[in-house]
């Protein structure tokens, strides 16, 4: 009897090892990123990066970095963005990921700044090659622009720069006025 239950507790000690062994290996098999993540490869990258904004009609210049790496197995942008901004220290982490869901590119931005929170989406046009993103606090439910709204764009990329502009309306996307942009050129290893 007693050599029953030995080889009994055996056997379940083998089984279970075996299945929490087949539980980690799977837990680490990630299924592969949405093809889309492939439309912001070009985002990927160290950054050296020169600020202008508009302030009370003069635009101010500064100089400051920022990261754009793949976490989660390639499913996920995330960016850490610093240097001065507005004549100020300041930092931001985002995380950007295609939603399949919806087909569109969501982003949530966090920064020191006092209401350092901010929800965006938007899309990639192939055939223009920008990026174009929209504050969701400023689209109605069917993803047109409020009165007053602000978006971010992408444009003039290439495989070593690329140009941002944070641009507002107050015409419901009548007209668009760039009050930021940001010019990336790609940091190269010294």
């Known amino acids: 009897m007693l050599k029953r239950c030995?080889?009994?507790g055996f056997v379940l000690l083998s089984l279970t090892s075996a299945a929490l062994a087949q539980e980690d290996s799977m837990s680490n098999e990630?299924?592969?990123?949405?093809?889309?993540?492939?439309?912001?490869?070009?985002?990927i990258g160290e950054w050296d990066v020169t600020s202008r904004f508009l302030n009370e009609g003069e635009w101010i210049e500064e100089h400051l970095t920022t990261d754009h790496t793949l976490?989660?197995?390639g499913?996920?942008?995330?960016?850490?963005?610093?240097?001065?901004v507005f004549q100020a220290p300041f930092e931001a982490w985002s995380l950007r990921k295609y939603n399949v869901n919806t087909g569109m590119w969501d982003q949530r931005w966090v920064d020191v700044s006092p209401g350092g929170f901010a929800d965006w989406s938007g899309s990639w046009d192939e055939e223009t090659q920008t990026y174009t993103g929209y504050a969701n606090r400023y689209?109605?439910?069917?993803?047109?622009?409020q009165q007053t709204a602000i978006r971010e764009v992408f444009s003039d990329i290439?495989?070593?720069?690329f140009v941002w502009r944070y641009e507002t309306t107050e015409d419901g996307g009548?007209?668009?006025?760039?009050?930021w942009t940001l010019d990336y050129v790609r940091?190269?290893?010294e």
């Open 158 to 161: 290439t495989k070593d720069s």
């Open 174 to 179: 009548e007209t668009w006025t760039v009050t």
């Open 75 to 84: 499913h996920v942008i995330f960016e850490h963005f610093g240097g001065p």
């Open 71 to 73: 976490i989660l197995g």
């Open 187 to 189: 940091r190269t290893a």
């Open 6 to 8: 030995l080889l009994i």
């Open 139 to 145: 689209l109605n439910e069917d993803r047109s622009v």
């Open 30 to 43: 990630l299924p592969p990123p949405a093809e889309e993540m492939q439309q912001l490869s070009w985002f």
